[in-house]
Structure formats: structure tokens, C-alpha cells
T-cell receptor, first 113, second 110 residues
């Protein structure tokens, strides 16, 4: 089936550093999403993105977070600066339309030390 | 307040048995109900979706929806060890933003 690729699979950084999580969505998809899952806890919506713009974001999407997809390249989530509570698995997803099935990547496990 | 409640939290069924998972939304604005399956350390994968009242069957999997009570259930017959996973119920309105429940951990014992 359609695949969403996430790079890297695991990232370890020191608190206060910047990190960029990369996502290669399904090629013809138009809507992109980031979700956060802390181990053993709920999958929580962060942000969705369409046509170069953030459509909706949750309260978890702090001011230190930003997303972009320059010129059809990777869809990225940048955290600057990182905090300890940012440690989680971040899942990227994409869909063809906003009410279609979301396809998820395998996640990036972020460990902030 | 949790908008999507799933029960039970965990479930153990014997191989070949029937597994029944429940999910209720507290948001009356939701239109779409989804079931995702997430094997340990893997990405969630959409299993089934249901948008109108009634029942939908795909192979060993059956999903029911009662929109009046905002309740959906997933039933897996002839459960296999490979069905062991975290089952996530998710809902959305007319946007792609999915709200997930905490999930049900299903273990199928050989």
C-alpha cells in the first residue's frame, strides 16, 4: 500500500538544541499531519498542513514548533529549542483529501536528554 | 475530558475466538469513525472505517456504528496471534484531524 517514510527513525539530542524531523509523504497526497505519541499513551494530533499552510493546530503545537514543506520536498517538523517533555514518537501522516484515510509513517522516536 | 473512550483497555482471547472492542465519542459533531491497528513499534494502519449507521464486514472483521449514541464496535472472528496489537479508534468531522482513543491492547493466545 501507500508508504509514508520518516527520517530518522531515532534521534537523540540535548535539551535546548534544535531538531528537524523529516517526512516523505505519499506522492500524490495533499494533506499532511504530525501526531505525537508518548510511550504507552494516546496518539495526539499536533498539526495539519495543506497548500503550504497550517490548517489547524492543537495546544500541544507550542511556539517552539514549526512545519513546512518547501517546494514539494520533505514535510518537516522543527522544534527549536527542544524541551525534555518533547521526548516522544512523532508520526507523520498524509491523505489525498481531508476526509480520506490517513497513512502513517513508522515514526521518529525523539529522545531529549 | 477524553473525547474518545475505548473499552476494554486490554483483552485476551484464545486463538480462533471472537474479540469485541468498543468505542464511544463524546463529540456530537463527529461524522467519521475509524479503526486503526498498531503493532508494537510500528505505524498505525487503517483497518476499517464506517460513516453511516449499520454494519460493515471485511473478511474476519466487522464494524458496527450507531450514530445516535456515537458508538462503534469492532469484532474480530477467528482471531489469530497475528491480530495481537493495539487497536485505536479515531473520529473526525469534516477535516482530517483525527482524535484517537487510548486504544485496546488485544492479545490472542495460541
Amino acid at each position: 500500500g501507500p508508504k509514508v517514510l520518516q527520517i530518522p527513525s531515532h534521534q537523540i539530542i540535548d535539551m535546548g538544541q534544535m531538531v528537524t524531523l523529516n517526512c516523505d509523504p505519499v506522492s500524490n497526497h495533499l494533506y499532511f499531519y504530525w501526531y505525537k505519541q508518548i510511550l504507552g499513551q494516546q496518539m495526539e494530533f499536533l498539526v495539519n498542513f495543506y497548500n503550504g499552510k497550517v490548517m489547524e493546530k492543537s495546544k500541544l503545537f507550542k511556539d517552539q514548533f514549526s512545519v513546512e514543506r518547501p517546494d514539494g520536498s520533505y514535510f518537516t517538523l522543527k522544534i527549536q529549542p527542544t524541551a525534555l517533555e518533547d521526548s516522544a514518537v512523532y508520526f507523520c501522516a498524509s491523505s489525498l483529501e481531508d476526509t480520506n484515510t490517513l497513512y502513517f509513517g513508522a515514526g521518529t522516536r525523539l529522545s531529549v536528554l | 475530558q477524553q473525547k474518545v473512550q475505548q473499552s476494554p483497555e486490554s483483552l485476551i482471547v484464545p486463538e480462533g475466538g471472537m474479540a469485541s472492542l468498543n468505542c464511544t465519542s463524546s463529540d456530537r459533531n463527529v461524522d467519521y469513525f475509524w479503526w486503526y491497528r498498531q503493532h508494537s513499534g510500528k505505524s498505525p494502519k487503517m483497518l476499517m472505517s464506517i460513516f453511516s449507521n449499520g454494519e460493515k464486514e471485511e473478511g474476519r472483521f466487522t464494524v458496527h456504528l450507531n450514530k445516535a449514541s456515537l458508538h462503534t464496535s469492532l469484532h474480530i472472528r477467528d482471531s489469530q496471534p497475528s491480530d495481537s496489537a493495539l487497536y485505536l479508534c479515531a473520529v473526525n468531522t469534516n477535516t482530517g484531524k483525527l482524535t484517537f482513543g487510548d486504544g485496546t491492547v488485544l492479545t490472542v493466545k495460541p
